[in-house]
């Protein structure tokens, strides 16, 4: 039954539908209405979104699809949604969601990011014929490729993250530790906590929603699932994936590339996979940090083609 739910679903997700950044949930209720009104907070909602987006039309456009975004300000809906129409690639993001306490505007960012992810992400898809790239991926794209490029330089921004005159350091000293390990350079090193940051941010909004014991970059999720779940993860394993994406030492040379799409095997085949280990971080490959976390990435072993399990049911 799960399987046959799999491939219906799979089959309108492939022709017309959607990917969010949060399961349905009913925190638009508590919309901080004050802030509605406010033309700065607007404006920066507007500015954060136009930024990236004008960043990647070229890069749609490349891949023959036309990007666009659609802005609702007024909306109190607290998700983030992505859509393909034939060629038209759509993000839609929500006042709702950027009005949210927990959400900075470098965590509304990585939504931006966490959207287009679905579009460009690559392998690890929702499924062998789905244009969208699951979820743990998009998160994983989100900072391992999107925000390493859209704070590639900012760099008065990010040298915050290393030192704060009134808070002492931005991040935790963990954070630090493990950035440096991978990074040699301070202005990296710089970026790799503000991804963070930002992705503790989004991570504590997603803890509270799943009613989900607050994440913590010293409690990585343990669980080891046996196939790629593509549905959202939970707030932990999420916050793992937007920190390992960070940590992986290896750029995406070209940012046209969706890695994978439309591999022989198909976007979930160990064709498509080879592709997207030349260009991230696979344990296979030995990597130890910066991998996709195995709380929802099965790495595919061999030559098989171990298929995937649906998170729906
Ligand atoms: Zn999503």
Same mark, same amino acid.
């Given at each position: 039954?799960?399987?046959?739910?799999?491939?219906?679903?799979?089959?309108?997700?492939?022709?017309?539908?959607?990917?969010?950044?949060?399961?349905?949930?009913?925190?638009?209720?508590?919309?901080?209405?004050?802030? *509605?009104?406010?033309? #700065?907070? =607007? %404006?920066?909602?507007?500015?954060?979104? +136009?930024?990236?987006?004008?960043?990647?039309?070229?890069?749609?456009?490349?891949?023959?699809?036309?990007?666009?975004?659609?802005?609702?300000?007024?909306?109190?809906?607290?998700?983030?949604?992505?859509?393909?129409?034939?060629?038209?690639?759509?993000?839609?993001?929500?006042?709702?969601?950027?009005?949210?306490?927990?959400?900075?505007?470098?965590?509304?960012?990585?939504?931006?990011?966490?959207?287009?992810?679905?579009?460009f992400a690559g392998y690890a898809f929702?499924?062998?014929?789905?244009?969208?790239s699951s979820?743990g991926q998009?998160?994983y794209w989100?900072?391992q490729v999107?925000?390493?490029?859209?704070?590639?330089?900012?760099?008065?921004?990010?040298?915050?993250?290393?030192?704060?005159?009134?808070?002492?350091?931005? *991040?935790?000293?963990? #954070?630090? =530790? %493990?950035?440096?390990?991978?990074?040699? +350079?301070?202005?990296?090193?710089?970026?790799?906590?503000?991804?963070?940051?930002?992705?503790?941010?989004?991570?504590?909004?997603?803890?509270?929603?799943?009613?989900?014991?607050?994440?913590?970059?010293?409690?990585?999720?343990?669980?080891?699932?046996?196939?790629t779940?593509?549905?959202?993860?939970?707030?932990?394993?999420?916050?793992?994936?937007?920190?390992?994406?960070?940590?992986c030492?290896i750029?995406l040379?070209?940012?046209?590339l969706i890695p994978g799409k439309?591999a022989?095997?198909?976007n979930n085949s160990i064709q498509a996979q080879r592709v997207a280990a030349e260009v991230s971080c696979m344990?296979s490959k030995?990597?130890?940090?910066?991998q996709r976390?195995?709380?929802?990435f099965?790495e595919l072993?061999?030559?098989?083609?171990?298929?995937?399990?649906?998170?729906?049911?």
């Open positions: 039954m799960r399987v046959v739910l799999g491939v219906i679903l799979g089959l309108v997700f492939s022709v017309n539908s959607w990917a969010k950044i949060l399961p349905d949930n009913n925190l638009h209720l508590f919309d901080n209405y004050m802030l *509605v009104n406010d033309p #700065v907070k =607007e %404006r920066q909602f507007n500015e954060i979104i +136009d930024h990236i987006i004008e960043m990647w039309k070229p890069l749609a456009q490349a891949n023959g699809a036309t990007l666009v975004a659609e802005k609702r300000w007024n909306d109190p809906t607290v998700n983030a949604y992505a859509q393909q129409s034939g060629s038209t690639w759509k993000v839609t993001m929500f006042g709702g969601l950027f009005r949210r306490p927990e959400v900075t505007p470098d965590a509304f960012a990585l939504v931006v990011c966490h959207e287009l992810g679905h579009h929702y499924g062998h014929d789905d244009w969208a979820e998009s998160d989100a900072t999107c925000g390493r490029k859209i704070f590639e330089k900012t760099y008065s921004g990010n040298s915050k993250y290393r030192f704060n005159l009134n808070t002492g350091r931005m *991040v935790p000293p963990y #954070v630090q =530790e %493990r950035c440096n390990a991978t990074w040699k +350079d301070s202005p990296s090193q710089d970026r790799c906590y503000r991804l963070a940051a930002a992705g503790l941010s989004l991570a504590t909004l997603l803890g509270k929603l799943g009613s989900n014991p607050a994440p913590k970059f010293e409690t990585p999720d343990q669980s080891r699932v046996s196939k779940v593509p549905s959202h993860p939970k707030a932990q394993c999420r916050l793992d994936t937007y920190f390992y994406g960070a940590l030492p750029n040379p070209d940012l046209r439309g022989p095997g198909g344990e030995g990597f130890k940090i910066g976390p195995a709380c929802w099965g072993k061999g030559d098989a083609d171990a298929g995937f399990q649906w998170g729906w049911n």
